[in-house]
C-alpha cells in the first residue's frame, strides 16, 4: 500500500510504500509485529529487495502518464538492510533494470544506520547520490544522530517523527522541538516533510512553523496503488 504525501496546497508531490501482511489465518498482522522478526531472521534483506524492485517498476508504469509522472515514492530501508554489502550494487541494478528517472526514488533512513561506521554510510549514501536517487532521514528526532553527522550525509529531507506531530498543539515541549527541527532542516536547505498529520490544527501549526510537505490521515489513509492513482485523477 502507500499513503500519499503533500505540499502546503494539499497538492498530492509523492507517496510512502508501506508494507503490510495479510495472513490467511491471523488477518492483517502490524508491521510493529512482523519488521522486527524479518530484522532478527536476516528476512529483511530479501524483504526489501523485493519493496524496492516494487516501487522502481511502479515508478517506471508511472511515466508518462499525467498527475503520476512527476510524483516521488518514498521506500523505508532499515539499517540492516542498508549495511548489506550488496545494497548498493542492487539499487544501482534495479535502477538500470527499470531506466527510472532515479530523482522519483526516495530512500528514508532512520538515525539507527549512524550507529557504527558512519564513514561507510556515507559513502554509500554518496554513491547513490551521484546517480540523484533521494534522502530522507525519518523519524528525525528520536534517535541519537549527531549534527556534525547530519551535515556530511547527503540528505535531502529530513522527517519529523508523528511521536512529536501528535502533541504539537498540546505540548509545549513537542511544538518547540518541532520548531527547532524545522529549523534545522530549513537552515541545512533540506526539505521538511512532518509525518503522522491527523488534524486542521497540527497542519496549520506546522505550516505556521514554517513546514511544507506533510503526511497522514488528514490527507488519506494508506491505501493500495491502483486506489491511489484514481485518488489523484480524481484530484
Not at 525519518?138 to 517523527?161: E, V
Amino acid at each position: 500500500v502507500v499513503q500519499r504525501q503533500v505540499d502546503a496546497r494539499a497538492r498530492v508531490i509523492g507517496a510512502e510504500v508501506l508494507v503490510r501482511w495479510n495472513h490467511p489465518v491471523m488477518g492483517m498482522v502490524s508491521p510493529a509485529r512482523f519488521i522486527p522478526l524479518a530484522e532478527d531472521t536476516g528476512l529483511i534483506v530479501p524483504m526489501g529487495r523485493w519493496v524496492l524492485a516494487s516501487a522502481c517498476a511502479q515508478i517506471a508504469r508511472w511515466r508518462g502518464r499525467a498527475g503520476l509522472s512527476d510524483l516521488t515514492l518514498a521506500v523505508n530501508v532499515s539499517a540492516r538492510e542498508f549495511r548489506h554489502p550488496g545494497f548498493v550494487d542492487h539499487v544501482l541494478r534495479t535502477l538500470d533494470a527499470t531506466r527510472i528517472d532515479a530523482t522519483r526514488l526516495k530512500l528514508e533512513l532512520t538515525e539507527s544506520i549512524l550507529a557504527d561506521d558512519v564513514d561507510a554510510v556515507v559513502r554509500s549514501m554518496s554513491a547513490l547520490k551521484a546517480r540523484a536517487v533521494q534522502f530522507s532521514l525519518d523519524d528525525f528526532g528520536t534517535g541519537f544522530s549527531s549534527l556534525a553527522y547530519l551535515q556530511r550525509m547527503p540528505l535531502d529531507q529530513l522527517k519529523i517523527d508523528q511521536s512529536f506531530v501528535r502533541s504539537v498543539v498540546t505540548s509545549a515541549g513537542d511544538a518547540s522541538i518541532v520548531r527547532t527541527v524545522i529549523a534545522l532542516g530549513r537552515g541545512l536547505g533540506l526539505e521538511v516533510i512532518a509525518e503522522g498529520v491527523e488534524t486542521e490544527a497540527q497542519r496549520a501549526f506546522l505550516a505556521d512553523s514554517g513546514c511544507d510537505r506533510f503526511q497522514g490521515y488528514l490527507f488519506g489513509r494508506p491505501v493500495p496503488v491502483d486506489e491511489f492513482e484514481r485518488g489523484i485523477t480524481a484530484d
